[in-house]
């Protein structure tokens, strides 16, 4: 059974019976103001919403796990998939604003050395309706806080840009303004060129996690075809473009690319532009050999960071006991279902 967010199967649907263009536009106004209930959409006949409310399911989504962390602050979501492939979302509250944190594949083909979701294989694409349900289910459970959602960032398993169409689709289909949806990418040159054209003002997160090639290849092996000055010269016109200050994420792994030399590297790569780094404690990945730097460390690079002129915060490592970074709680989940 289709959702009512697959458009698709939505307007296919009121063809088929011949219903008039406006009655689609009004089921779109509804699910555009984020109305997904189609026994709420009073200015339609009470039989045609009975009847579409038993053609689409609310979600095409199931929820399999939740976990909770950081005192209740952060919540995770394993979903299973239609065909029963699972993916998580992660939703952080903080003062003044709720984040949720949004997968766009099953797996990632990119395979970083460091990041549990690319120790597996690749699954497949998410839909545009699988992502943008990921934001619905949050604002679900939210509102039944008293809150709402402000904020998705594309942080969740996959790469985003490597999905690209059904994400564009994705974050024009979320109810929020662009501007509150950040896209993180591994440096997909061309994908990064062609989102810099689409009109949506996104904040565009590069992963670089290393300043020099040699070691950039190991850590993001997409580097090897999108080196890091085609990555940085995209990022560059992207800003242009869009007029976004692009961010820059580092995930601190201990001894590998937290030296002073990473640091000045850093500098000699980003000086002069209004990039702002986020530097992200490496959460700890079984099966992979790196470790995570000491919290002075973390403080140390950071300061030789600033040294070079470069706008630096540190992250906080939100749901470590809820198995974030992404893609953690489905390898635990995994890894349980294999021992059983
Ligand atoms: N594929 C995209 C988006 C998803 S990953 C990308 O790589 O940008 C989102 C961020 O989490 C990336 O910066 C990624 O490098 C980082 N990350 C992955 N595994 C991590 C871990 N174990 N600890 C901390 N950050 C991690
Ligand atoms: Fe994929 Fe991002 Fe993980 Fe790399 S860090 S494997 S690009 S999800």
Request: proline share 6%.
């Amino acid at each position: 059974m289709p959702t009512p967010l697959d458009l698709p199967a939505l307007d296919g649907w009121l063809a088929e019976r011949g219903l008039p263009a406006y009655r689609a536009r009004q089921v779109r106004g509804w699910l555009g103001r984020g109305v997904l209930e189609f026994t709420a959409m009073d200015d339609l006949p009470r039989g045609l919403r009975e009847e579409l409310a038993a053609s689409f399911r609310p979600s095409s989504l199931r929820e399999l796990v939740v976990s909770e962390a950081d005192r209740g602050l952060t919540t995770k979501v394993l979903y299973e998939l239609d065909g029963g492939f699972t993916v998580e979302a992660v939703i952080m509250r903080y003062p003044a604003r709720v984040t949720l944190c949004i997968s766009s594949q099953v797996g990632c083909p990119i395979g970083c050395p460091f990041c549990a979701t690319g120790q597996g294989p690749f699954g497949r694409n998410l839909e545009a309706h699988e992502i943008v349900d990921q934001a619905r289910d949050a604002e679900r459970r939210l509102r039944a806080e008293g809150k709402h959602l402000s904020n998705v960032v594309f942080m969740g398993m996959g790469e985003p840009l490597a999905n690209y169409a059904a994400v564009v689709d994705a974050v024009r289909g979320l109810w929020m303004s662009p501007r509150r949806v950040t896209v993180s990418t591994s440096g997909l040159v061309p994908r990064i060129e062609q989102l810099a054209g689409e009109g949506l003002p996104v904040t565009l997160a590069i992963s670089l996690h290393a300043a020099r090639d040699e070691l950039r290849d190991v850590l993001v092996p997409i580097n090897r075809k999108y080196p890091l000055a085609s990555v940085v010269g995209a990022a560059d016109a992207f800003g242009r473009r869009t007029g976004r200050r692009v961010s820059y994420e580092w995930v601190l792994l201990a001894g590998v690319n937290d030296t002073p030399r990473d640091a000045a590297e850093l500098g000699a790569l980003l000086g002069g532009r209004l990039a702002h780094v986020n530097l992200i404690p490496f959460n700890p990945v079984d099966g992979t050999p790196y470790r995570a730097p000491e919290p002075r460390e973390v403080r140390r690079f950071a300061v030789q960071v600033r040294e070079q002129g470069l706008n630096a915060t540190v992250r906080d490592t939100r749901g470590r006991e809820a198995d974030a970074a992404c893609g953690q709680l489905r390898a635990r989940v995994l890894r349980e279902a294999a021992a059983r």
